[in-house]
């Protein structure tokens, strides 16, 4: 998520067109990559489980399974993804004037994918750990490098040619394998706490990986149908032009920024519901979601706030110009309504998959993402006229809904029940 913003940041000097395009490219980048979000959330729900019930060596077992696993899927994605990078563009309707470009950098960052596959399930075996500290040092270290790379291979610095959106591209992927690297060595590096061999990885556990791939699955559903719907909304977001998609991507950035506190809050609760249900103590799980929620909200309130009083503050932070700034400021504004049912959406949907819950959160994104959104956007947005605009309100009752089925399957308690 930094990744996006700081290349978003870096690449809005050189104009519309190359911000529309890397937003065009990293959007479908994300939309290919995060099904890996449900195999690190199944890994860490079967890690968290073991750990909870003091089985090391089942943990461990688990753990290299889902770096098995984050190796084979993030080839078969780095080959379909750098060969088909053009035709998906093309699908979504990508203006003729960024299509090249975007292909490039679509095409480039996903020749990483696999290093994207190990950073993000290796991440989430730490953080199931107990180990949030190694993640966050690998995520500073891979902006900061990301910084570095993309001033460097986007203007050409010192011996390095001027590659622009390519550069980000390629920058962004480098800073991948960088952290890949961070994390695999903590996973690999043996101490009395936690560590996996090579055993562990190699040495297939089919009953583990049963486990894992069971509650990966409809997670994983739960991720195609949102992405199929995301589709569907892109494509009418591209049909109202390149100044539209550019604020479009533009107030995307800047809500970035609001949901990274969020986020972080969403990736440690699945790790304490699952090492509170293996103990046996469903109540502690409860209790770190309320807190969860609690701060959450709170903190959306606030960055609510400013959203709507100052919203070309943040906006500016991207070098927009004038047609587009006017437009990103308004959905900037929009976006404020949305910020705190996104954040409950992430909480509740993050607790119940880290029981091992996955089907709910199906449910919920089955109705939002297929019906709610793509209905509500394509009546707001085409048939009463409303432009970028009716995106963003549609966009923001979506959430909303969400936020409420969520909470509602919480409170009903079947995560609790579920068997690992």
Known sequence: MTIFVTDSIMIGPLGTHAFAAVGQGSMMASYMIFPLWSLGTATSAVVARYIGAQDMKSARKGAGQGIFLAILIGLVYTGAGVYFAGDLLILIGTPQEIAESSGVYLAILLGFCCFQAIRLVGSSILRATGDTRTPMWATAVMNGFNILANWVLIYGIGPFPRMEVAG?????????????????????RKNPVFFITRSDMTQIARDILRTILRIAGPNMAEMVLMRAG????????????????????????????????????????PPLVGQALGAGKPEMAILAVRRTVKA?????????????????????????????????????????????????????????????????????????????????????????????????????????????????????????????
Not at 169 to 183: K, N, T
Not at 249 to 258: G, K, L, P, W
């Open 168 to 188: 980000v591209a390629l920058a962004s992927g480098l800073s991948y394998v960088i952290s890949a690297c961070i994390v695999m060595w903590k996973l690999t």
């Open 230 to 269: 995301g589709l569907t909304y892109i494509w009418i977001v591209t049909s109202l032009g390149t100044v539209s998609l550019a604020a479009h991507y533009m107030a995307i950035r800047v809500e970035s920024f609001a949901f990274m506190p969020a986020f972080g809050l969403a990736m440690a609760v």
């Open 296 to 420: 959450g909200v709170y903190g959306m309130i606030v960055l609510g706030f400013l959203f709507i009083l100052v919203p070309g503050v943040f906006v500016r932070i991207f070098s927009p110009e004038p047609d587009v700034y006017s437009i990103a400021s308004i959905v900037v504004q929009i976006s404020a309504l949305e910020l705190i049912g996104v954040t409950l959406n992430m909480i509740y949907g993050g607790a119940m998959r880290g029981a091992g819950d996955t089907v709910s959160p199906m449910i919920v994104t089955f109705i939002g993402a297929i019906i709610v959104r793509i209905s509500l956007v394509y009546w707001m947005t085409i048939l009463l006229g409303w432009g970028l605009s009716g995106v963003w309100i549609a966009t923001a009752i979506d959430w909303s809904l969400r936020a409420i089925v969520g909470w509602i399957l919480f409170r009903r308690g079947r995560w609790q029940n579920i068997k690992v």
